[in-house]
């Protein structure tokens, strides 16, 4: 056996004993790990400065630097965030649905943990506490791969979670981190169908899709947001430019900020007179069709091809002109990724038409694509948004993170 | 572009019709696509009886061509159970939950086909047609690639379904046929992520792994079934004799049939009394662990290793004597597929700790495993039982075959 194949067998012992803990020892578990990473936070911030120091010498760039760096308040924040995740309602053992049948049978649908989760992310130590607490909480245990330039923090988080669990008496198992930090080792994770039962990659698109091409184990693709606004013929256009302006500047970097606004070619001229303004404000560059360049002029710059399927994560938006419904959706369908899409109108047939006919997680009419969130749609924390169909779709959250099995009562019922 | 590249995006093209058709068109295809195969009757045997002479002249057993061999009445029947998905209610649409935020946002889950789904199987023409109208029920399109020695009959069932759907004015491209039945038609199949959402392979276990292990698209396992009955110490004996006997005896060859009973050493001789004679009746040939052989004497032979992890699928069963519940347990984690497990026990605390700690899509107090079932748990017809926890779990039905978006309606709302 291998020792990633080690941690794998032991993570499945880890997760049937999760899976009957019960909600109290599972919170106290996730209360016990928020208490200590503050206790040890200086143990845990020495760690983190050796992985700074060593990232810094090797040349990262400041944004990651920055995602890299642990404070004082950031660990604090992390510890919250356990806690907040304790404070959820528990999914497991819920009864989905129950029904008894002509024979006397009853079955009862009821949510049960996946299993074994492996998380790959990138290098950024929060991660490591807020997708273990989420796994824990759902009754399952996890396998940690985080990027290499985090490893001391990881490797310090992971320990002093393992210590408290094993202090409310739960398996240590429950968390595990990945030793290796080589290539081989994230392939050998990808490959751990005997013990993983889904993979979950964290991070930008790239890691997502090598993940998702590698993979043996089966994968929930997230994050890729590819999203457009739609400005209608029927728009409210103040509406409309307060929307975009939310969509595309309220946090650029993240998955659901919009990439593209597409506009009505009637409300053209009266659409950038409002929106042209406020985008200035945040000095979003624009690349924009021809149509909209003979209005926006000097504020735009030419699009090229590639900006139609282009995931800024910064202040840059594309701008594309269309002459009806049917182009708009026929643009989304080529080039979303199938995140969260909007369509800003007063005219209800058209509302309805985007809803129905647009392929994504999420579907709005006349608001931001901000709101795809767990927190935002009501579930609590999420692990991520999934832009895939199979399993769970949009922001995934605890009862994503289940399956579920059917418990069937009888009196000797056969067939 | 290949072959099946450009019906990949057919169906893509295709599942974008359907996911809006309505109940309906859907219905109304499939009603055109029963009454097609019965009309045509003749030409859809024609077809097959050169497939049957050909897989005779092969040298294929009997057992696999009488499940190649079409009839008059199994045409009927197949064109019955396209009737009968047409009255099963539509999964599509349907608000799985609702939500208005203290924003304002409307939030609606509802759910949608998944999109376009590949299906791998035998050489058996009725699962084209099956497949097929469950697939278009739930809105999806789908990419059918059955054994080979069944070609003509498929090309002929296909070439059926494609101008029904046309007669109804619905895309063709609903439903393909991979014409090219070569293995690396297969891999391509198993490869072609950018079309298929997800691919499910229906037949036996060496096929449903071979599919799992090499695909790249995501799989949905099904069906692979090494289920047991625990009799307890507190076992109702002659339930138990009457649920093992019906278990094992009254299809051996699917996937919801026990293969190994578990006793209690407790009740070993009281039971075997009960059990041997009606197993007898079926000549059932008992692979038995010491303990039992000393009881069943020369009704059975003794077991080797590889017969706790043997999926029979005939008047064969594996018997285990163990000395408690937590060795029963242990055992059915060790060997099973995570399919169908039962107890047998008139003590309720025994039945509580057994429907919660094994881990199984269907797990049973005083029933047979045969249950698990789409139509017995009342979900109508089913595409194959899951066997996996990500997505779906135990019988996979209309429903299971959607996944969902979420609606959000607004009036301006901006985060």
């Given amino acids: 056996m291998t020792e990633l194949e080690k941690q794998g067998a032991a993570a499945k012992d880890a997760a049937y004993t999760l899976a009957v803990a019960g909600t109290e020892r599972k919170n106290a578990a996730l209360l016990a790990i928020a208490d200590a990473l503050e206790a ?18 090797n040349g990262m760039t400041d944004a990651l630097l920055d995602r ?12 919250d965030g356990a806690r907040q995740v304790a404070a959820l309602p528990d999914p497991v053992g819920t009864v989905v649905s129950s029904v008894t049948r002509p024979n006397g049978l009853q079955i009862e649908r009821v949510r049960v943990p996946l299993g074994v989760i492996g998380i790959i992310y990138e290098a950024r130590p929060n991660v490591t506490v807020d997708a273990a607490a989420l796994c824990l909480k759902a009754g399952n245990a996890c396998i940690l791969r985080g990027g290499r330039e985090a490893f001391a923090s990881n490797r310090c988080a992971v320990e ?22 080589s290539r081989a080792s994230a392939k050998e994770l990808m490959e751990l169908t005997e013990y993983l039962d889904v993979l979950i990659p964290r991070g930008g698109a ?15 693709r997230t994050g890729e947001g590819v999203c457009h606004i739609y400005i209608d013929r029927a ?10 302006y939310n969509a595309k500047c309220s946090r650029p970097s ?6 593209c606004v597409l506009v009505h070619a009637d409300v053209l001229e009266a659409f950038w007179e409002k929106a042209a303004p406020l985008l200035a404000q945040k000095r979003v560059r624009l690349r924009a069709d021809a149509a909209a360049l003979r209005v926006l002029g000097a504020a735009a710059e030419a699009a090229a091809d590639a900006d139609w399927d282009a995931e800024y994560g910064d202040y840059i938006l594309a701008v594309k002109t269309v002459e009806s419904l049917d182009e708009a959706l026929a643009f989304i369908r080529a ?17 309805e038409r985007f809803l129905n006919e647009v392929d994504a997680a ?11 969130d767990g927190g935002e749609f009501g579930m609590g924390a999420e692990i991520g948004i999934s832009t895939q169909k199979l399993h769970a779709r949009g922001p995934m959250g605890l009862e994503e993170m289940c399956s579920w099995k059917y418990l069937v009562r009888g009196n000797g019922q056969v067939r």
């Fill in 335 to 351: 080039h979303g990724t199938g995140h969260s899409e909007a369509i800003v109108t007063e005219d209800a047939a058209s509302a």
């Fill in 206 to 220: 790239g890691l997502i899709r090598s993940v998702a091409a590698a993979a043996k184990v089966p994968v929930i």
């Fill in 160 to 181: 002093i979670m393992r210590n408290a669990l094993r202090a409310v008496s739960l398996p240590e198992d429950s968390v595990a981190l990945v030793q290796d930090t």
């Fill in 68 to 79: 890299l760096t642990l404070t004082e308040a950031r660990v604090r924040g992390v510890a």
């Fill in 362 to 372: 999420a579907v709005y009419v006349n608001a931001s694509t901000r709101f795809t």
């Fill in 235 to 244: 728009a409210n256009l103040e509406m409309g430019a307060e929307i975009l």
């Fill in 254 to 259: 993240v998955c659901n900020a919009a990439e």
């Fill in 40 to 57: 040890r936070a200086a143990d845990w911030l020495a760690a983190n400065a050796e992985d700074v120091a060593a990232a810094r010498k």
